[in-house]
């Protein structure tokens, strides 16, 4: 069987692939050594920054096959008819480690599904947890500076990740299920994944539905104590996830959604908006709406997985934001972080490119004039090409806005109408952490009181006192517990 032929980047043929250009056998190289300095210069380059945050991740392709038409809720195109499969790229992650992190790192998971539907890419920017942190964005980065390796001695640092939790009462939710036995996920397969934020569908009748998403794994949920992850290899879940598909053992979780009017918003208990808290399953059912399967590995690590680019700004007709303010800012944010990692036209790279006509009038920076995929009949269009580059233009074949196909998004009626700064020092952050705590086992309470223990026992008694009196107001007991193995 003949061979292709090596190349340059520029497609000209190489001769020689094994020696450079010298002057004389044991001579200094010249300077016309252009394809050496090719190689040279191009592999100076081949890293791009590591995400701040989920820098360690694994992903694959699959499918999302729709089983209940949701006409009702939302125009969303890929959400109307039964039977419905719409492509998926879903990435998972660690979020605090960097690229050199461990898979089984006691941290939270990202769990970012990207939907390319044939108007546009939808991204579900998620983890495998229903809560976070925190529910202002202004805080972000120095949750994040907490959680990092302490500046001068570049290790893991317990002090700095107390002493945040001990001043902003808003963690201890999802600070109970990072300590919990959920805190270590067995692998990507056996865990969930939650859109956490609250995010929106419209119908064609202009009505507003407030949604949160929800991906049962139905592989079922696996876990790891502290001691079980001892001699794993730091990639075994990427490990795990790699060679299931390959074998055909695909994973699958069942897509499910929970539902809120904005009459019920207005009058709920709970802020629904606030990324702290759940809606209690009671008020709120789940409604299963399909199914979520992963069955094909990417080609290249670096081309696909390494440069998706998830955003929750990725919206389409039908799908929106909702006023949690931490999806507010993420909704700058992330498109921002890509433009930085991967380029101002990140979305042309292939794994990011949807799947349908894009049109814009976006011009030049690194990377321009890729092609972009055309739709189902496999053919790309040109995003820059020579036509116009403005808008309004007199080219009729160019594009303009068009609503006739799909009702418009609702207005959001703004609760209050000061733009303030707003003190949340007074909000309840304690009754669903406790009520979290009320539900585990006696082995469930015992492995998060020893979790919490094993680095708050780091931390000055200013911390420790702190965070106790803090774990108190969930739970009594909890904070007892806590206090006695602390002491």
């Excluded at 814009?360 to 890729?370: I, K, V």
């Excluded at 708050?456 to 206090?483: F, H």
Aim: hydrophobic share 35%; with cysteine; glycine share 8%.
């Amino acid at each position: 069987m003949s061979k292709t032929t090596l190349t340059s980047s520029a497609g000209a043929p190489v001769i020689d692939d094994n020696n450079s250009i010298s002057a004389g056998e044991r001579g200094p190289l010249t300077f016309d050594n252009h394809y050496l300095f090719e190689k040279l210069a191009h592999f100076n380059r081949e890293r791009i920054p590591e995400r701040v945050v989920h820098a360690r991740g694994s992903g694959a392709y699959g499918t999302f096959t729709l089983s209940k038409a949701m006409g009702d809720y939302t125009i969303a195109n890929f959400l109307q008819e039964v039977g419905e499969q719409t492509e998926v790229f879903v990435r998972f992650s660690t979020v605090g480690g960097g690229q050199d992190s461990s898979d089984y790192a006691r941290d939270p998971r990202g769990f970012a599904v990207k939907f390319y539907t044939q108007q546009g890419n939808f991204d579900v920017v998620g983890n495998n947890t229903p809560v976070f942190f925190l529910n202002d964005p202004i805080k972000f980065p120095d949750f994040i500076h907490s959680q990092k390796k302490n500046p001068r001695t570049n290790l893991p640092d317990p002090q700095a990740i107390y002493e945040f939790w001990a001043n902003h009462p808003q963690s201890l939710h999802q600070m109970t299920i990072l300590m919990s036995d959920r805190g270590i996920p067995a692998s990507y397969r056996h865990m969930h994944g939650f859109s956490s934020h609250t995010l929106s569908f419209w119908n064609d009748k202009g009505e507003r539905y407030w949604v949160k998403w929800h991906f049962k794994s139905n592989q079922g949920i696996k876990t790891l104590r502290e001691k079980e992850t001892e001699g794993l290899p730091a990639f075994g879940a990427q490990q795990d996830l790699v060679e299931s598909i390959d074998k055909g053992d695909f994973p699958s979780w069942t897509v499910k959604v929970q539902i809120m009017t904005e009459e019920q918003a207005q009058s709920y208990h709970i802020n629904p908006f606030d990324l702290t808290k759940i809606w209690p399953h009671a008020d709120f059912p789940l409604m299963e709406i399909g199914q979520l399967e992963l069955n094909r590995n990417v080609d290249n690590y670096f081309a696909e997985t390494e440069q998706a680019a998830f955003a929750p700004s990725n919206l389409v007709p039908g799908v929106g934001a909702s006023p949690d303010k931490m999806l507010q800012a993420r909704l700058l944010a992330y498109q921002d972080a890509h433009r930085y990692r991967v380029g101002v036209n990140h979305n042309q790279v292939p794994v990011n490119r949807p799947r349908c006509p894009v049109n814009h009038y976006q011009r030049d920076g690194a990377m321009a004039g890729c092609p972009m995929s055309g739709g189902s009949s496999g053919q790309a269009n040109w995003v820059q090409g020579s036509g116009a580059n403005f808008y309004p233009n007199d080219r009729a074949a160019q594009g303009a806005p068009d609503v006739s196909n799909h009702t418009p998004e609702p207005p959001l009626a703004l609760a209050g109408s000061a733009a303030k700064r707003y003190d949340q020092s007074d909000a309840d952050y304690y009754s669903q952490a406790g009520d979290l705590y009320r539900l585990m086992s006696e082995d469930q309470k015992n492995q998060l009181v020893n979790n919490i223990a094993g680095g708050l026992s780091q931390a000055d008694s200013s911390v420790q006192a702190r965070m106790v009196a803090l774990i108190s107001q969930c739970d009594a007991d909890y904070g007892q517990r806590v206090q006695a193995a602390i002491a």
